[in-house]
DNA sequence: CTGAAAGCGCTAACAT
DNA sequence: ATGTTAGCGCTTTCAG
């Protein structure tokens, strides 16, 4: 079905089914209704990919990721959300770093789609980003590049300070780090900057045997668990710095006989979804992250309309919830002021 | 940054560039290293759109939504899952419905992308769907069209037997019963349908006045949850079929001074956000949407193979999850058996 | 081994 | 008012 076909079907030139579609002047009243009834009819619609690559505007915004998963997922709620009631279309590209070449999946999808296809990116934990593509992009929680490019992330320094924060208040003193190796993303060395600094601000000496990385991989995320609960002096809390590693930490320890929150708190981070959750809900540090989504497309719609952005780093706040995977320890004070903090489950809709 | 950059700085023309980048026979090794020399300097990648334009292959599979809700969201990662470790890359097209015309989305995004861009299609909810589409088309949860194109869906006929079913052998016998105007998904009025089959079964007559539909607006929602529950006799369950209803259910019942599920018993329908969850965690059916995507991918993969999919219509089993939303109605039997269900928050991981 | 040329579906000058 | 033509970036014959 191209316009040919409905060119000729119409007995009309192609040039004049084009000016049809695209309410162009000079065509005659009689013309434009045979031309339309002819599209109708055969259900023509014009293919986007024949008319970005001579139009070069396409009301298209993309969002490039790596994957889809479930932080990038929330991440297009928000964007869907903010392109919702502008006269933009939404495109999602998961390239899953396909197409060799080692220049980054980042620069090659840019390339792939942006000129043609995308007016704008918004580009999703970007690694690399020494961009320089002709249209707007918007990072998401870039790694590095954070000067040229405008970007919005969360703050994870904070984040990791109220998590760490939080169990000191409780009176843990023996609090575990368990972490990525810090080679791709920046945010888990930020979570543990914040961790570290919390417990310097507590006046608590950092114990480099609580303090791990463990890959991707799951059972290497929790044989560094149990490492962990196999020490000696055990620790009696622990930080568990990405959702994968925060599910799999309270898993190890029940399956090592030690209550959570009762011989063991733990605190997450992310959105750990709550369809993994085991018993008793975890206690997590909260990125906004549709909203990150949301500002991103935000920004880029500015861009897009030839106003610079308000502001060109937008840094959220995260949020400590507070359900029942913490408890004081027997010993120390009672529960710390949670005033700025949600309690969860009685968390009223916002 | 197009091919042509590349050719002029290398020395040679666009064709051999072309040669090179697809690995055609025919170019002199100095000669394809000279090109990806240049092709690397300069971070060139080959427009998508280009040469989806020229070749028809594109190893681009492409998942059309009216939006990005939770519900597609999710049904996005069970789509990437499948896609991930294939030599695919997954486009997510949300058009929200615009470029006017009435012959539905369904019908215009497939006209747009496929041919072009796309090697096939998931087809998220779509309503018309007549389509006779160049290129192999799956549906998640279609409205109709079922005969003529391989669907996946959910079976909601069975999830509204279930959830009455439950209510029922909790003792409660007025049962209201809140859905949706019927005129687009067929899946609420399956839903309904599955609640008056279970009221049948156990013999209890449908009363008129508990069975509602209200809007998409949620104060409409709101407003029928009101109406149901200031009933003279009123229900001592609610069957909210679908997220919205369900969480407003519990919203309204609580403001009316009716302790959930003391008063009231609530049972919900797909996946209701955890983050909008109020106390006490919502008792659902459950519809296995990320398998769904899957599913939908894994058909179209087949299909894209040349071979024909095992089953042309798959419809899954929805499930119970039981939570703290309902009880046994004060003289009726204990809890039943719910050897099949799984029993949240005590979930173990699958 | 390399390049010139045609054409994918479409739009925008430029004729007619 | 309509049609002809060139060209968007790319791949693919087909000559050189």
Not at 99 to 111: H, K, M, Q, T
Not at 221 to 227: F, I, K, L, S
Request: hydrophobic residues 40%.
């Amino acid at each position: 079905m191209t316009i040919r076909h409905v060119a000729e079907r119409a007995g009309v030139s192609v040039a004049t089914v084009s000016k049809v579609l695209n309410d162009r002047y000079g065509v005659a009243a009689a013309t434009v209704d045979r031309v339309r009834e002819v599209i109708e009819e055969l259900g023509y619609e014009s293919s986007l990919v024949a008319r970005s690559l001579r139009n070069h505007r396409t009301n298209v915004i993309g969002v490039l990721v790596w994957d889809i998963e479930p932080f990038s997922a929330e991440l297009l709620k928000g964007a869907a959300g903010a392109i919702r009631g502008t006269d933009y279309e939404l495109v999602v590209y998961a390239g899953g770093g396909k197409g060799s070449g080692r220049l980054g999946w980042e620069r090659r999808y840019l390339s792939r789609l942006s000129g043609t296809l995308i007016d704008g990116a918004v580009m999703v934990t970007p690694t690399v980003l020494d961009v320089d593509s002709g249209s707007p992009v918007v990072a998401v929680d870039p790694h590095s590049g954070r000067e040229t490019v405008p970007t919005v992330d969360a703050d994870n320094l904070q984040g990791g300070r109220i998590a760490t924060d939080h169990l000191i208040g409780l009176g843990h003193r023996r609090i575990g780090f368990l972490g990525r190796p810090p080679r791709d993303l920046e945010s888990g060395p930020l979570r543990e900057a914040g961790y570290r600094a919390a417990l310097a601000d507590a006046g608590i000496p950092v114990d480099p045997q609580l303090v791990r990385a463990a890959g991707y991989d799951e059972s290497d995320v929790r044989n560094a668990v149990h490492d962990l609960l196999s020490l000696p002096e055990r620790p009696t809390a622990i930080f568990a710095a990405n959702d994968v590693s925060a599910i799999s930490t309270m898993e190890v320890a029940m399956a090592m006989g030690l209550r959570v929150p009762g011989d063991l708190s733990v605190i997450g981070f992310d959105n750990v979804p709550e369809s993994m959750m085991t018993e008793p809900a975890l206690t997590t540090v909260e990125q906004p992250i549709q909203l990150m989504g949301r500002l991103a497309v935000e920004m880029l719609l500015e861009m897009l309309a030839g106003r610079e952005p308000a502001q060109r780093h937008v840094r959220l706040p995260t949020r400590l919830v507070t359900r029942a995977s913490c408890a004081p320890l027997p010993g120390g004070p009672g529960l710390p002021d949670l005033a700025d903090d949600a309690r969860l489950p009685v968390q009223p809709r916002s």
